[in-house]
Nanobody, 119 residues
Framework: QVQLVESGGGLVQAGGSLLLTCTAS????????LRWYRQALGKERELVAS???????TYGDVAEGRFTISRNHTGNTFYLQIDSLKPEDSAVYYC?????????????WGQGTQVTVSS
């Protein structure tokens, strides 16, 4: 069982930047996938960024080149850098880890961190 805790959210002005951190209770070095999602009020949860265990990254349409996912390769944390924040980026941001044990996948979610962007 892996527990995930997000941090780094808060209130920021449009145009600013934030670094969100996801800290896992155990090693995620061999995780199959690390992802960030977000959910705005009244909207569905959407994928923001994803990283495979080989370091390949993909981004959702919402990223627009302003989001960067990265990881600590020796530890239990990964990150989401958000630049040029817009009011429409306001949402709860969740981290997610997919970890396979032999042929069984395990999925873990954090509790979310609120990001609010003022205009």
């Amino acid at each position: 069982q892996v527990q995930l805790v997000e941090s780094g959210g808060g209130l920021v002005q449009a145009g600013g930047s934030l670094l969100l951190t996801c800290t896992a209770s155990g090693s995620i070095v061999n995780a199959h996938a690390l992802r960030w999602y977000r959910q705005a009020l009244g909207k569905e949860r959407e994928l923001v960024a994803s990283m495979t265990n080989r370091g390949q990254t993909t981004y959702g349409d919402v990223a627009e080149g302003r989001f960067t996912i990265s990881r600590n390769h020796t530890g239990n944390t990964f990150y989401l850098q958000i630049d040029s924040l817009k009011p429409e980026d306001s949402a709860v941001y969740y981290c997610y880890v997919e970890h396979w044990v032999i042929t069984t996948p395990h999925y873990y979610w954090g509790q979310g961190t609120q990001v609010t962007v003022s205009s």
